[in-house]
């Protein structure tokens, strides 16, 4: 099979989870023989035509002159590119920036399949015209796409109920994490066991201030570390917000190593997104076998299960913190043992790459 993944960055990974998604599925459908090609954004770091056997095919990208909105110009130059190649299908991760390339697809087109991701007009961070729009671009997707991929059984009801279509359920990846390393703390004046701990774009719909605000009420002595890209306006909002507490805003950490052991060797990892379906984040926090606390919904509940302390206000944050301590050794073992086996059996990489290949063999077979 002739394979375009579109929709990322770009790969290697050097930004989020689309990016580590198109990276790991890429390199193990070339690992069983396929013919796989990633679009990067031109200022993408990586200079090399290949990675690991997975053709890099680089597309301008306006985004260092206008921002966010030049995903709509990206986009729309990988699909145009794609359609003069000869690939067989052409997989989007994400709808909302590449949907108005659609209307470049004919009837002789390759298949596209489109990873719907999140529900992307609930983040709180749009006003009410962009959400109305973003709405519009989830129902140019759903009805032009070929196929749809729910990475979440939630988000999967969801596409049904609303739109009465039809999608494979298929989610995100992670491998459980076999070695930590209690050095690799050290540069953070954190020791194990003894800190708190979330991962995630600061993003108001990520819950990042409702769990801080629980930390600062717990009146919890222990160090809270926050690790995402704070540069940016939010990020600098709650940088200010907390600058007088024991909360330590880390930036962008993208070495895998230092985050498994980050997340391992903490006392609780906090996971607060809210409107996402399977987030890579909480998938990497199960497989690096730490006890979890995450924010109460069903996209969360649809992974974790009953394997998980749940919060929906700060109020719960604070109680979940100053309970920790209290929480027997047996069940905590039993919440990290369960998430481990869920990666095993369910989440692994390797599954999921057999899962999409069989996806794929099927559709083409209808064509």
């Known amino acids: 099979m002739k394979i375009a993944i579109l929709g990322t960055r770009g790969i290697p990974n050097n930004y989020g989870g689309f990016e580590q998604f198109a990276e790991y599925l890429s390199v193990g459908?070339?690992?069983?023989?396929?013919?796989?090609?990633?679009?990067?954004?031109?200022?993408?770091?990586?200079?090399?035509?290949?990675?690991?056997?997975?053709?890099?095919?680089?597309?301008?990208?306006?985004?260092?002159?206008?921002?966010?909105?030049?995903?709509?110009?990206y986009d729309y130059l990988c699909m145009k590119d794609a359609l003069k190649q000869d690939f067989d299908i052409i997989y989007e991760a994400g709808y909302h920036s590449n949907a108005p390339s659609y209307y470049l697809l004919k009837k002789n087109s390759p298949i596209v399949i489109t990873n719907m991701d999140g529900i992307e007009w609930k983040r709180s961070k749009w006003n009410y015209f962009t959400r109305q729009l973003i709405k519009k671009l989830e129902k140019i997707a759903v009805r032009k796409s070929d196929y749809l991929v729910s990475d979440?059984?939630?988000?999967?009801?969801?596409?049904?109920?609303?739109?009465?279509?039809?999608?494979?359920?298929?989610?995100?990846?992670?491998?459980?994490?076999?070695?930590?390393?209690?050095?690799?703390?050290?540069p953070y004046n954190v020791t194990a066991n003894n800190y708190f701990l979330v991962i995630a774009r600061l993003e108001p719909e990520n819950n990042i201030e409702m769990i801080l605000d629980g930390y600062v009420l717990s009146n919890d002595s222990r160090p809270f570390l926050v690790i995402g890209n704070a540069g940016t306006k939010y990020g600098r909002f709650l940088q200010?917000?907390?600058?007088?507490?024991?909360?330590?805003?880390?930036?962008?950490?993208?070495?895998?190593?230092?985050?498994?052991?980050?997340?391992?060797?903490?006392?609780?990892?906090?996971?607060?997104?809210?409107?996402?379906?399977?987030?890579?984040?909480?998938?990497?926090?199960?497989?690096?076998?730490?006890?979890?606390?995450s924010h109460d919904n069903e996209f969360n509940k649809a992974v974790l299960n009953i394997n998980a302390l749940y919060f929906v206000k700060d109020t719960e944050v604070a109680s979940v913190i100053c309970n920790i301590n209290s929480l027997g050794d047996e069940k905590k073992k039993i919440f990290i043992e369960s998430n481990k086996a869920q990666i095993i059996n369910k989440y692994s990489w390797k599954s999921i790459v057999f899962r999409y290949e069989s996806l794929f063999n099927e559709i083409l077979k209808k064509k």
Not at 41 to 57: G, K, L, S
Not at 155 to 181: R, T
């Open 240 to 293: 200010a917000k907390y600058r007088n507490t024991n909360i330590h805003f880390l930036g962008a950490v993208y070495k895998k190593t230092v985050l498994d052991s980050l997340r391992h060797y903490c006392t609780l990892y906090f996971h607060g997104h809210s409107v996402g379906g399977t987030n890579p984040s909480l998938l990497e926090a199960m497989a690096s076998q730490v006890l979890i606390a």
């Open 152 to 186: 979440n059984s939630a988000i999967q009801e969801y596409y049904k109920k609303e739109f009465n279509a039809e999608s494979f359920c298929i989610a995100y990846g992670a491998d459980i994490v076999e070695h930590f390393d209690k050095e690799l703390l050290s």
């Open 29 to 73: 459908l070339v690992e069983l023989g396929h013919s796989v090609t990633v679009y990067n954004a031109h200022f993408h770091e990586y200079d090399q035509p290949e990675f690991r056997c997975v053709t890099i095919r680089k597309i301008y990208s306006p985004e260092k002159q206008i921002g966010a909105a030049a995903n709509f110009v």
